[in-house]
């Protein structure tokens, strides 16, 4: 993730003319990089990671007035990401979006960002969000205990209904924009676990580790075939 703007591509430089799959987010967009290398190799392209701690995809947006440099930082990032969407891209957006407490502001100025997205790129995906655990996975497992980790899916459905409604209505205002869908792969349908098929689903207790986001885009490519 980048977290010094100094480092951030110039408008015109740091990639080719080709198109790209851009990874627009905060560090859980970071965390599906390689969902992201599957939809980029999917469609011959080069990947453009472009993401940073704590600041969500969504230009405008102050995410704490109580840190105002942060919250600069963030905007101006989110103006240079958006700066660097070229037509045909493919772009996909993803972050912390139950972390925050201001849920319908955070929504306004997302669904502006994909507005503006929509009009430069070939397709917009919108991962909807994932549970937050009562614990570190690596914890929980390590004590051979996952269920103390685990958050009923009633639970996590009740905390996520206004963000994957509005998410979802996002998407379904843009022809070339769809949600994807993630609390199916990460929940039965009584619990959100740590473990699946013998692998942890979270490197801590947010962030989906490497081996499920791999696993969740070869779930989602065999299922968009």
Known sequence: ???????????????????????WGDS????????????????????????????????????DKARVVQARKCQRFNELANGQIR?????????????????????????????????????????????????TAPRCIQNRVPNACSVGRRVFDAQARFVESELRRIANRFNNASYVDRSSFFCNATICPPVKDGYGLYWDAQHVSATAAKAFAASYLEADK
């Not at 599906?32 to 600041?55: G, Q």
Request: hydrophobic fraction near 45%; include cysteine.
């Open 1 to 23: 993730a980048m977290s010094n703007l100094d480092h951030f591509p110039k408008l015109g430089c740091g990639r080719g003319s080709d198109t790209a799959t851009v990874l």
């Open 28 to 63: 859980h967009a970071w965390a599906m990089k390689p969902f992201a290398n599957a939809i980029a190799e999917r469609e011959e392209n080069s990947l453009l990671a472009l993401t940073r701690d704590s600041c969500r995809p969504a230009l405008g947006f102050e995410i």
């Open 87 to 135: 037509t045909g891209d493919t772009v996909i957006f993803a972050a912390s979006w139950l972390g925050q407490s201001n849920q319908q502001g955070l929504m306004a100025a997302f669904e502006k960002t994909v507005e503006e997205v929509s009009l430069k790129a070939k397709s917009i995906l919108i991962l909807g969000p994932t549970p937050t655990l009562h614990d």
